[in-house]
């Protein structure tokens, strides 16, 4: 193999590294997106301080709410695109906080791997600080949100978590995807290796048509959680409409993992 040859392969070789790892977010930043519903779904916008930057977030408050909700919300859009989320935990009894990572809607800042874990931690301090313990304190992941959640359920006490779409790390998607990548991917995203610290319930909600994160990837990361948990396959779901597919079997799960998750258990994260 000649130089020149060397070198055309040298560089595909760097810009599919570079397709890899600039491909990791596609924040969808204000205006953009459904801003209207707001009003709508009657939210509070929420102004938290993530490290410099000031990330935004709607909160729906409950009237004696037995617990709050931290909901991190996959790739795509923003808050706004979550209305079905915040309908859903409002049936099932419980307060919520929709958080933009830095970069999405109104949040400053581009997106990180590591300003997801300390946005998402921003969140949690902010329902401990309304006064909710740690153990009437869910966090909910969607998608890539499931790695943040999982972050913090690693870190600090829940009472548990939920995570919907799941995949045990970046280069596990990529591996199913597009093999050639994984090798070349700087984002770890590693969701298994967070779930050894979590001791809180652990809900796993996965449809069995999910185009973009195969189900079998959902089920590497039940099987890496501790017990208490319990696996939900929705049948004829995909990746993006898991909770219109359920239907009103999907709040009233939510209810159901909510009302387990607040007996009486440990709630700290493992040593």
């Known amino acids: 193999m000649d130089w020149k040859a060397l070198f055309l392969l040298a ?10 790892n600039r491909s990791a977010f596609f924040p969808m930043p204000y205006p953009d997106g459904n801003w209207f519903l707001q009003k709508e779904l009657n939210t509070e916008d929420v102004w938290l301080r993530s490290g410099r930057r000031r990330i935004h977030g709607w909160w729906k408050p409950l009237d004696q709410a037995p617990a709050a909700v931290l909901f991190l919300h996959g790739n795509a859009g923003n808050v706004t695109h979550r209305a079905r989320h915040i309908l859903a935990w409002q049936k099932a009894g419980a307060a919520i906080l929709v958080l933009d990572y830095r970069g999405y809607g109104r949040s400053e800042g581009r997106p990180t791997e590591a300003g ?3 946005d998402a931690l921003a969140g949690y301090r902010f329902l401990s600080g309304l006064g909710f313990p740690p153990s009437r304190i869910l966090v909910h992941g969607e998608s890539l949100g499931t790695v943040p959640a999982a972050h913090v359920a690693s870190q600090a ?8 779409a799941p995949f045990p790390s970046a280069r596990a998607v ?6 050639l990548l994984g090798p070349l991917l700087v984002w770890g995203l590693d969701l298994n290796g967070r779930l050894a610290r979590v001791r809180a319930p652990v809900l796993v909600i996965h449809g069995d048509r999910d185009e973009v994160i ?4 959902g089920r590497r990361v039940f099987d890496a959680a501790r017990e208490p948990k319990e696996f939900w396959t929705i049948s004829g779901a995909g990746h993006n409409d898991i909770p219109e597919t359920a239907g009103p079997e999907y709040p009233r799960r939510l209810r159901a993992f909510l009302e387990k ?3 009486p258990q440990s709630i700290s994260p493992a040593n």
């Open 11 to 20: 560089a595909a070789w760097s810009l599919l590294a570079w397709m890899a």
């Open 116 to 118: 997801l874990y300390e």
């Open 157 to 164: 006490p829940v009472g548990g978590l939920i995570l919907e």
């Open 174 to 179: 990529a591996n199913t995807v597009l093999p």
């Open 214 to 217: 195969p189900c079998r990837l």
């Open 261 to 263: 998750a607040l007996q």
